[in-house]
């Protein structure tokens, strides 16, 4: 790669044209916009092959504009999206500048004539909401965009295109995603955003400007972009490409394997450090593996053969253990329930007695009355009544049954206070009852509790040797399985380093291909700064580089402008004379914007002419818009196809203020 600017020595620019070629193989005939279909046509304009200029003055570069001319805002990079929407791009603008254009024109339509080698396709799609895509074939402009049968879609052109333009395999070279399609990916280049600044020669999408371009065309990742532009180039084989699958498969398992042995260390690092510690060999001299090994070997053995001795017979007396614990919780449980129900019962028995007693005095009180009774109803004593003799009343107490319910009513009193001093007699007695049983359920459990922990000790020496005798074990695999690691890797490594030579002894044989974009690049070079400039395309491991020299190596803005430019010029003529696998079209938005020298500027308009007047004809379409003033042979018919102005708004793309 080194001697490829002595192979291919700087000539002046020349383009080999195919007998057969007459006329672009892609190129736009005609963009027309509707208010609506078979409404009020808003903007019309023819295009050609060759140069084709859209120009919006700005300052005291417009004759009519009185030198207070508005050169942005007048529609450049919308006239340039519409163009690739039509193309098959699948948005005309950013989000918001769609929502104003769809609301403004709500059924309006933009369409393109685009010829395919020398066949017409009518392209329709919509700018409002209420609109279907056509791309129909043979077909009337006119006559499409009134269309409203099924929708073909913008896909039948897509293609076509790829079909006899791009290729088979094309997609398969580029490296796409499966069902990717490869003319979106090839439009992103050929049509860049002029947010992009023309920064750099894979920079074709930004972010900023709301292209809905499938990767690689979008993107940070730049290698995917350098590969897609190869294949478009011819500059890349399938055997190229399969070498680089298969690099690609090599570091993603060498990387697997690395992070296998990372966690294969991991695992006997951590088992060695827990097997020092559990085998009480901090504080020991140890040797390296694999003697290391040997000696953790002999250690947990014997461990191990110690924990075996422990004594085994503790199982049957523990089951003992527990159901006699559980029998004296059960027997403190039903004393504690029983204490429960006499102390809830003793509080009811005290209260009946209580109100048993406080019918006594009554009962006292009838019997006295019984025995000297008292007229109820003229309250006059009996016996005076008897004396006297007494007229109103005859009934008197019966002093025998008062007395009896009195003497009742004493008996019952006795018998509650018999019942409620058993009741408290019985608590009592339940209470050295309750101690004795939680004194043996304790005991019972203490008992279990030692049990278990002489079990546990015994089970948990065994499973600490058993795991350290384990572990020792699997740290001796361990070993080979690091070793089989180290092995993949070196292994997969060298296999890695030999598809990357393989892969560099590729990139030596494109060493022509590349050559021939250098020597064209050059060429445009030196037509743009003079015959003492020279321009190098190399295909190095970290990409493409690009140079220009013109009184040593240049790397300002302007240049890198420039170096953008050239760059999509040289691959133009490749393109003309069909050593690639797209189009000769280009659309450039604004360049000049990019900080490019008004000198430097109309020698890239005069390259264009002579390109077109002189060295190729009319088999290429190179569209570019412009605020700054063409050169004056130029700036006019046939190559200044629109002008557009910022003010008033009918002077705008759209023919309004959005």
Known sequence: MSQQDDLFPVQPLNVEVPKNLTEPRLWVRRLKIWKEPGGEIIRDIELRPGLNIIWSPDGDDDPEGGGRAIGHGSGKTLFCRLLRYCLGESRFADEVQRDAISTTFLNGVVGAEVMLDGVCWAVTRPLGIARKHFAIVNGNLDI???????????????????????????????????????????????????????????????????SDTPQPGSGDAKGPRLLAMRAFLNAITEEEQAARRQEQDLASQLDQAKRQRSFLEWDQGRRLARLVRDLGLGDAALPDTPLLLETLKSVAEEKLAAAAKLPSGVSAELDGARRTSQNARIALRDTELKA??????????????????????????????????VCPICEVPIDTALADGCNLSHKLPDQAQCRARWDAKRQEIEAQRQTIASIKAE????????????????????????????????????????????????????????????????????????????????????????????????????????????????????????????????????????????????????????????????????????DLGQTIYDEHFRLLRALEEELAGGTFQYLITTTTRPPQDINKEPWRRAVLRGAPGRERLLGCDL
């Open 340 to 373: 429960a129900e006499l102390d809830a019962k003793l509080p009811l028995e005290e209260k009946l007695l209580t109100q048993m007693s406080s019918e006594i005095p009554g009962l006292s009180a009838a019997a006295q009355s019984a025995a000297s009774p």
């Open 144 to 210: 499409v965009a009134k269309m409203e049968g099924t929708a073909t879609g913008i896909e039948p052109l897509i293609d076509a295109i790829e079909a006899t333009i791009l290729g088979e395999g094309t997609s398969q070279l580029a490296r796409l995603s499966v069902g990717q399609r490869a003319w979106p990916v090839a439009l992103a280049w050929a049509a860049r955003d002029q947010e992009c600044r023309f920064d750099d020669v894979l920079d074709w999408r930004s972010s900023a400007s709301g």
């Open 427 to 594: 608590i009592s007695a339940l209470k050295p009852k309750i101690a004795l049983a939680s004194q043996k359920a304790q005991q019972a459990e203490e008992r279990v509790d030692r049990l278990e922990k002489a079990t546990d000790a015994r089970s948990t020496s065994w499973r600490t040797a058993t795991r350290n005798v384990e572990d020792v074990q699997r740290s001796t695999e361990l070993v080979d399985e690091l070793a089989r690691a180290e092995s993949a890797i070196t292994k997969l490594e060298e296999n890695l380093q030999r598809v990357r030579e393989q892969l560099r002894g590729f990139e030596d044989k494109q060493a022509k291909a590349i050559g021939a974009i250098s020597q064209k690049f050059s060429a445009v070079i030196q037509r743009l700064l003079g015959e003492d400039a020279k321009g190098i395309v190399r295909l190095t491991g970290k990409g493409l580089e690009i140079g220009v020299e013109a009184g040593g190596d240049r790397r300002t803005a302007a240049i890198q402008s420039l170096k953008v430019l050239a760059f999509d010029l040289a691959c133009l003529c490749l393109s003309i004379e069909g050593r690639t696998r797209i189009p000769a079209f280009l659309i450039h938005d604004s360049p000049r914007e990019a």
